[in-house]
Structures are given as C-alpha cells and as structure tokens.
Antibody, heavy 122, light 110 residues
Framework: EVQLLESGGGLVQPGGSLRLSCAAS????????MDWVRQAPGKGLEWVSA????????FYANSVKGRFTVSRDNSKNTLYLQMHSLRAEDTAIYYC???????????????WGQGTMVTVTS | QSALTQPASVSGSPGQSITISCTGT?????????VSWYQHYSDKVPKLIIF???NRPSGVSNRFSGSKSGSTASLTISGLQAEDEADYYC??????????FGGGTKVTVL
C-alpha cells in the first residue's frame, strides 16, 4: 500500500524557517515525480511545488518562488520542502502527493499524504 | 498562475446528474489535455477521481466522468448519491510547467 507521511509542521514566527518532510513507502519512490500542495484554513487547494524523479528539475508557484526549496533523497525515500521567509499567508495544511499518474508532470496527484499543519504567527 | 474558475456550489437531488465546470485559458486547460479532478471530504485527504480530462483511476465509480471543450473542462456526476456530497477541485498543467487548481465547488445533495 502506498503511504505518504508528512512531518515537520508547527508554529513559526513571520520571517522564520521550517523544513517539512514526507516519508514515502509502498512504491518505488525514485521512479516518481512528487509534489507539495497546501490548503489554507477555509480556502481551496493551492499547488506549491513539484520535483522530478532525479531531483534535477523543480517547479514552484509564484507565491513561494525564491522562498521555498523542494528536494528529495531517493536513498531515504523522502521528500522535503524547505521554507524560508515565512509569512502569515503561508499558514496552511501542507500535503505531499505522488505524481506520475498522468501523461506528464506535474499532472495527476495520487495518493496524498495526511498533511502537516504550518502556522505562521507572531 | 490565476486559479481556474469553478462555481462555488452545485446541488442536485439523489439520482440526478450534475455537472461542474472548470474554466481556464489557452495557457492551461485550453492548451493541454492534462486536467484532473479531485474529491475532498472535509475530514479526509483529497482523492483523485479523473485524470487527463476523462480517465478514471482504478476503483473510482463510473458515475464520475470528465470532458473538455476549449478552455472549459467539466466533471459530471451521474446518479447522484448522498455520499457524493463533498468539495470538488479541478487542476490543470500549465505552459509554465506548473499546476493550477480551481477554487473548488461544494456539491450538495438535496
């Protein structure tokens, strides 16, 4: 069974940093692109970032470009999201998701992890 | 990277069919056949129900179907059931090699 388990969320002050992790199991992690998606309280889904199978290619939403960095360690089956210069508007549940269901990437995401909450507040 | 446009809410009676639209531009929905749909219950994780416009993942009910015309994609739920009451989101690949979601549609079964 494919499982994705996020960790690393928490409370952080504006301007602070946080690193999220997503531990993958149940599939050959190194063969799939991976994504991060977030959902702010009471809001809809917002795509954040995607990373290729090797980690060489990465893409970001304009709202986080230059502040967030996605990476992966295929030897540890783990996806990361390093977040800097955090703002109140970054407050959200952050989900990692397996890409590669569709023809291209980033495309269809399945499955998703349970999510980890990030709260940016003073 | 403007969000795709979805109606805020759609409702229907049990057994009826409803359709949710997802409107984008030539830079996303209109430019590629890479539109997906997700079902999201408030206390659960989003679930992929349609990918690449009209494909259903294994295990997804055939009451869900997808289509696209120009820059508007659509999700149709046939034979509406109480369990279909959830939020539905579309997403599309873009010319910037990013993904963009719609604002979400709340489906209510009357």
């Amino acid at each position: 069974e494919v499982q994705l388990l996020e960790s690393g969320g928490g409370l952080v002050q504006p301007g602070g940093s946080l690193r999220l992790s997503c531990a993958a199991s149940g599939f050959i992690f190194r063969n799939y692109a991976m994504d991060w998606v977030r959902q702010a309280p009471g809001k809809g889904l917002e795509w954040v970032s995607a990373i290729s199978v090797s980690g060489v290619s990465t893409f970001y939403a304009n709202s986080v470009k230059g502040r967030f960095t996605v990476s992966r360690d295929n030897s540890k089956n783990t996806l990361y999201l390093q977040m800097h210069s955090l703002r109140a508007e970054d407050t959200a549940i952050y989900y990692c998701a397996k890409d590669g269901v569709g023809v291209t990437w980033p495309d269809a995401l399945d499955p998703w992890g349970q999510g980890t909450m990030v709260t940016v507040t003073s | 990277q403007s969000a795709l446009t979805q109606p805020a809410s759609v409702s229907g009676s049990p057994g009826q069919s409803i359709t949710i639209s997802c409107t984008g531009t030539s830079s996303d929905v209109g430019g590629f056949d890479y539109v997906s749909w997700y079902q999201h219950y408030s206390d659960k994780v989003p679930k992929l129900i349609i990918f690449d416009v009209s494909n259903r993942p294994s295990g997804v009910s055939n009451r869900f179907s997808g289509s696209k015309s120009g820059s508007t994609a659509s999700l149709t739920i046939s034979g509406l059931q109480a369990e279909d009451e959830a939020d539905y989101y579309c997403s599309s690949y873009t010319t910037s090699s990013t993904l963009v979601f719609g604002g979400g549609t709340k489906v209510t079964v009357l």
